[in-house]
């Protein structure tokens, strides 16, 4: 299967283009069917052999890299070759790592008379982490459409070494040495943590596939 290639800018990219696939994504959550007023996912009935490769057989991967996805997109993920997977992957955890990054600059946008000087503080250093992690996942997709897979390993691994290093100033944030995610300060923070700590639950999943994916590929 042919790799899908979009033609978006980079680094030039504003903040309202970053807003686009999230508006996007919300137009299309909207047209999928609806049961007793909850939207209602859309699943593949067979695990295509290709996946179930790139996940190693793993069931969370699997889930996950089906989650959120509409009927389209699984018909594609049902003919994906492996490069394609991890390319679907990594613009998946892309996405969600921007939706992440809006959280955090929305509200140092909308709420900067509210905010105390420590919560300002740990948003924008999230901010500083966030923004360069998600442009190295840019640099992971670029090299995955063109083969170099083991140089998006190296690209993604550095991303999730900036996503890991935003959480300690948020964690100082909370009123006690509790695990519990809702003991924050403010519910600034508390929105922001329980974003961020979302998307690492599955962060090693797109790493986990690259690394069966420039495995598979020839040398």
């Keep these: 299967m042919a ?32 049961v007793k007023g909850r939207i209602q996912l859309q699943t593949l009935n067979i695990i295509p052999p290709n996946l179930a490769k790139a996940c190693s057989n793993n069931n969370e991967c699997i889930s996950w890299i089906q989650t959120d996805r509409s009927k389209a997109d699984l018909d594609s993920l049902q003919k994906a070759d492996l490069k394609t997977i991890g390319f679907l992957a990594l613009k998946k955890i892309e996405q969600e790592a921007t939706n992440v990054s809006i959280t955090v600059r929305m509200k140092l946008l909308n709420n900067s008379d509210k905010l105390s000087s420590d919560t300002q503080q740990a948003l924008s250093d999230c901010n500083d982490h966030f923004i360069p992690a998600i442009e190295l996942i840019d ?19 550095i991303a999730i070494t900036d996503f890991e290093v935003c959480y300690p100033r948020l964690k100082a944030m909370r009123t006690a040495n509790s695990v519990d995610v809702d003991d924050y300060v403010d519910n600034h923070i508390a929105d922001v943590a329980n974003a961020r700590n ?22």
């Design 198 to 219: 979302a998307l690492v639950k599955f962060i090693h999943i797109p790493l986990d596939i690259l690394k069966v994916v420039a495995a598979s590929s020839p040398h």
């Design 3 to 34: 790799l899908i290639s979009f033609s978006l800018s980079r680094r030039s990219n504003s903040f309202l283009i970053k807003l686009i696939p999230l508006a996007f994504f919300l137009c299309l959550s909207l047209q999928l069917p609806i």
């Design 139 to 157: 640099d992971a997709v670029d090299s995955t459409v063109n083969g170099a897979f083991n140089d998006a390993i190296n690209f993604y691994t």
